[in-house]
């Protein structure tokens, strides 16, 4: 049974007396059109349990009755970095704090999820590799795979990355896994968590290399026209335990929309109304021989504008996105509860 707060504040029930209420306020008027949802999220999110709040209360990165004035958009970047991209917690140290027994109520039981519905996660070259350049072994690697030594970092363009991407898709599924296995070895322990979808939900929508589709299923907002995806179709058992994702481990993407109460797993907003929203969990990054065993052997591209509307009319768009998924939510589970919970939150 889904873990239901006894006596929540800032999640799921408004309590304008909550040290984080300033914060919030002033990261829901900020300019940026993800700020005012990602606000909301917080308010919002009932899997968040009291003790996994006061978790994140004693983290020394959000707000407290000692420095109520800290900027709650910094603070969920911080908490991101220190307690979520670390190592699994071994010899007393601590683990991702997805993982610990605050939030063990969202651990998914093994025997919910069957062994024969692959998962599929997705990553951004354009995203990782300026994490992973600066090392001589990668910059050696490419060189083998590709043929050309990649530039610096900071010198990296977008056509940089679609000389590698084209590069490795012309050598094939051996030098993809590869380069998966790369990525694997200098993301490292650090790497974040994993946010992954069911493979029958999505595989209708990775049948060529254009993968919007996949992405817009999946509410990938964060991500550009253009970008270049890897991808990862693996058993759930590989993936060791799969949790529900919470507005914890979101980051500050904006396009996140917390899953409704009774639902087993996440669900995702997706960035068109006609694309189904799909389901999705959280887990561990896998690693070594697993990830490149695991890696699809292709790229995929984002070839179409992920958000079709102007970027001066995003904020009007996402908050009507918001708007529609709620109705959709309301309509396909029928429940009370999730009915009382969106109106508790203004959405219609």
């Not at 309590?15 to 306020?25: A, K």
């Not at 109520?105 to 992973?132: D, F, G, T, Y």
């Not at 929508?205 to 253009?226: C, F, N």
């Not at 709620?326 to 009915?339: C, D, F, P």
Request: with cysteine.
């Amino acid at each position: 049974m889904e873990h239901i707060n006894k006596h929540p504040y800032i999640f799921d029930r408004r309590r304008h007396s909550h040290p984080w209420e300033s914060s919030l306020r002033r990261l829901q008027s900020d300019h940026h059109p993800e700020n005012t949802a990602l606000a909301q999220n917080w308010r919002m999110d009932h899997r968040v349990s009291e003790p996994r709040e006061d978790e994140l209360s004693i983290s020394d990165v959000f707000p407290s009755p000692r420095n109520p004035t800290t900027d709650f958009s910094r603070a969920i970047r911080d908490y991101f970095q220190t307690r979520l991209c670390i190592p699994a917690g071994t010899d007393g140290s601590p683990a991702p704090a997805y993982t610990v027994e605050t939030n063990r109520h969202n651990r998914i039981a093994r025997e919910q999820i069957s062994p024969n519905q692959p998962l599929v996660h997705m990553v951004s070259l354009n995203a990782v590799l300026p994490r992973i350049l600066r090392d001589f072994d990668t910059q050696d690697a490419l060189h083998r795979l590709t043929g050309e030594y990649p530039p610096e970092p900071e010198d990296l363009t977008i056509a940089h990355v679609e000389t590698i991407a084209g590069t490795l898709q012309a050598r094939g599924e051996d030098a993809i896994r590869e380069f998966a296995g790369l990525l694997s070895d200098q993301l490292g322990p650090t790497e974040p968590h994993w946010w992954a979808a069911f493979a029958f939900e999505l595989d209708d929508y990775l049948l060529d290399d254009d993968w919007t589709k996949a992405a817009r299923a999946l509410g990938l907002g964060h991500l550009r026209q253009g970008q270049w995806l890897i991808g990862w179709r693996y058993s759930p058992e590989l993936a060791g335990p799969l949790y529900r994702p919470t507005v914890a481990e979101v980051g500050l993407n904006g396009h996140h929309f917390p899953s409704p109460p009774g639902e087993n797993l996440g669900v995702t907003m997706p960035l068109e109304a006609t694309l189904p929203a799909v389901k999705e969990v959280v887990h561990a990054p896998l690693k070594g021989d697993i990830s490149v065993e695991a890696c699809m052997g292709r790229l995929g591209r984002i070839a179409q504008p992920l958000i079709t509307t102007h970027t001066t009319r995003q904020t009007e768009w996402l908050a009507l996105r918001r708007e529609k998924h709620a109705t959709h939510l309301r309509e396909h589970y029928e429940q009370q509860a999730v009915g009382n919970w969106l109106t508790r939150h203004g959405l219609k």
